[in-house]
């Protein structure tokens, strides 16, 4: 499948308490409707063919013979499905009843694998009819293996390797499917009758996701619903497919439903081999079954956040804003009680960045008790530099109780350029780079003279498009910024706007917010800023979200490309998107340089740029793989 999608379903039949030919019916019937949506791999709940609620009935030959019957049919219904089905059913061998699911692939039964852990407590009480299942792969008379230790490999679909277990498997202490990733299997299923009690889905919600988590795996959970008996136990038939520990699809419950979504096998297979405490190995004992699929070129059913940086939900992104200012103040306090710097030193220009920075600096003072007077904040005004931003940088000094200290540079920089022979008039680079080595030079002697740090101000997109000056803005003593992206940072100050209870310091902040981003490195326009960075680097939602995908999940640029163009839908054209992936795939090779002599400063989420830390890229590497790839797509594009 194309860059690792499949679409995988859970799904709830209607059945009847004992009617096999009622179930099979209603099951091949969600086999037609699974096929016509593309579905890869479709999971039926625990003993779906007779009904889990059979009790007693399980030991009478009559069902017994009409569920095999009944799989007969639901295999020779399948018949040009390539789709790999699981279905529930009990089934007999050498005097024993198994509680199996039954894998099942165009025409063909691949394979049965039993139930190990039979529930015998509260209101479970199994061992009556059925026998624990075991790991050896054993002959049956239905012309298959059945056994626990069972992989269903893909053969025309890389990376699918499918493991299944039943209910109680998953509820016990090490359950089956955790031997099963070892092996190699990428996607678990689960058929299951879980019956609902108060609460209840609350942990099974948690429990499915938290497996899927640990196993870096995809996980299909079908569970039963209604048509089971309700003598003594209600089903509500909560059905979820999870990955890596996020649910991507749920059904209500008490209602007979379908879970779509579609498993990203390529970001389970990053993931596992990015962390090297994940092992897999070649299990021993396990029975290879193979399959083919239908393959498919899937239009996304997924959905994506265009800031993956940002919670979309306003509670949790406040929890996450908190946490991560912590974080930041934490790490620079250690820094201050190590070193005994009782002194700080920010560049402050009203803008984003600088403002965030003098905010974690005071919460790092406070919690030393270390009066806030203590730290320096310097505004530099010069050629760029604006009435509004220097008002907020004055104001929101003066708010926070920071002593304030003013060195206009103009005059400096003009000597500078003299001396070096550049033409004031002419705004190139050097025009611009001049100014912010100039401010570095003023912070780091101010540093010196009063015996205190430099703190840095730079985000982690700037450092990633290497948006700083070499030895300017890019260097401080540390960077309490660094690893914030600059989607985050906006968030950030919001966050303390609305939270500190101080409503002028409110309104500066406010305004920080509604200033353009900018260097403010050339001169302003009647008065306002001329130099806004998104003109010239591209929008920053963009970056941060191929950011996250290239470094946290080490996806091809053109994947990268399909993914923000379907985020970002309705937002910004295909032409658009790719224009600045590729400023982005040049601006992050060229500019390592910058990032492998970056200072300290703290980690706040999983993707980082420190060369200490998450980024150990050599400067000189070549992008030559990543545009070549990138460029496939112009030539089949039409823009």
């Known amino acids: 499948m194309k860059d690792g999608f499949i679409r995988v379903c859970a799904a709830t039949p209607d059945i009847r308490v004992a009617d096999c030919q009622y179930n099979e019916k209603n099951i091949m019937k969600l086999m037609d409707e699974a096929y016509a ?14 009904g889990y609620t059979c009790g007693d009935l399980f030991l009478q030959d009559v069902l017994l013979s009409a569920a ?21 059913m009990p089934f007999m061998h050498q005097g024993k009843l198994y509680n199996v699911a039954a894998a099942v692939c165009d025409g063909r039964l691949l394979g049965l694998v039993p139930k190990k852990n039979i529930p015998n407590y509260s209101e479970f009480y199994e061992l009556r ?44 202490a090490c359950p089956p499917s955790t031997q099963h990733a070892q092996a190699g299997a990428t996607l678990i299923v689960n058929c299951s009758a879980s019956d609902e009690t108060t609460g209840k889905d609350i942990y099974r919600r948690a429990l499915i996701s938290g ?3 640990r196993l870096v795996c995809g996980y299909i959970y079908a569970n039963a619903g209604e048509g089971e008996s309700t003598q003594d136990l ?16 749920q059904t209500k419950r008490f209602k007979n439903g379908v879970a779509v979504a579609d498993l990203d096998l390529q970001r389970l297979v990053n993931e596992r081999r990015r962390m090297n405490t994940y092992y897999v190995h070649q299990e021993t004992g396990y029975e290879v079954v193979s399959f083919r699929l239908k393959e498919y070129d899937l239009e996304l059913d997924r959905y994506y956040e265009r800031t993956p940086f940002v919670p979309s939900s306003k509670n949790d992104r406040d929890a996450r804003c908190e946490e991560i200012l912590s974080i930041q103040a934490m790490g620079l306090k250690k820094r201050l009680a190590h070193t005994g710097c009782k002194n700080a030193v920010i560049g402050i220009s009203g803008g984003l960045d600088s403002t965030l920075a003098l905010l974690v600096t005071a919460r790092a003072f406070d919690s030393l008790d270390i009066p806030r007077e203590n730290i320096t904040a310097v505004t530099m005004p010069c050629f760029g530099t604006t009435d509004r931003t220097y008002n907020n940088a004055v104001e929101l000094t003066k708010r926070l109780g ?43 002697d101010i540093a010196n003279k009063s015996g205190g740090m430099v703190i840095g101000t730079g985000d982690m ?44 310091l409110s309104e500066i902040l406010e305004d920080v917010l509604d200033t353009p981003v900018s260097p403010e490195l050339l001169p302003p326009s009647e008065g306002q800023i001329s130099q806004k960075t998104e003109d010239l680097v591209g929008p920053y939602e963009l970056h941060d979200f191929f950011l996250y995908y290239i470094l946290r999940f080490g996806y091809m640029p053109h994947k990268v490309y399909r993914l923000a163009c379907h985020a970002f839908a309705g937002e910004y054209d295909s032409a658009v998107i790719y224009k600045w992936l590729d400023t982005f795939y040049r601006r992050f090779f060229a500019q390592q340089f910058k990032r492998s002599c970056l200072p300290d400063g703290p980690k706040v989420g999983s993707v980082a740029v420190s060369p200490r830390g998450d980024l150990r890229m050599p400067s000189d ?17 039409s823009f």
């Open 68 to 88: 095999q019957d009944s799989l007969k049919h639901i295999v020779d219904h399948s018949t040009g499905m390539k789709m790999l089905v699981f279905v529930g």
């Open 234 to 249: 209600v089903f509500g038939g909560q059905n979820l497919v999870c990955e890596n520990g996020n649910v991507l699809a």
């Open 37 to 50: 949506k593309q579905i890869s791999v479709l999971v039926f709940p625990e003993l779906c063919i007779t």
């Open 461 to 504: 997109s700037e450092l990633a498009l290497g948006w700083a000056t070499y030895n300017g803005d890019h260097m401080s003593m540390y960077g309490v910024n660094c690893s914030v992206p600059k989607t985050l940072v906006r968030h950030l100050v919001k966050y303390y706007a609305d939270t500190c209870g101080d409503a002028s």
């Open 621 to 637: 590497a070549v992008r030559t793989l990543w545009i070549e790839d990138l460029e496939r797509i112009n030539k089949t594009s």
């Open 129 to 172: 009819h059925f026998t624990p299942g075991e790991d050896e792969c054993v002959d049956t008379s239905l012309g298959v293996k059945m056994g626990s230790k069972m992989l269903f490999s893909c053969e025309n679909v890389k990376n699918l390797i499918v493991a299944a277990e039943i209910c109680e498997d998953v509820w016990v």
């Open 402 to 444: 920071a002593a304030l200290y003013e060195v206009d540079i103009k005059e400096a920089v003009r000597i500078h350029f003299r001396d070096i022979g550049q033409d004031e008039n002419v705004h190139d680079v050097t025009y611009e780079n001049g100014q912010a080595r100039e401010r570095t030079q003023i912070l780091m």
């Open 211 to 213: 497996q899927s988590a």
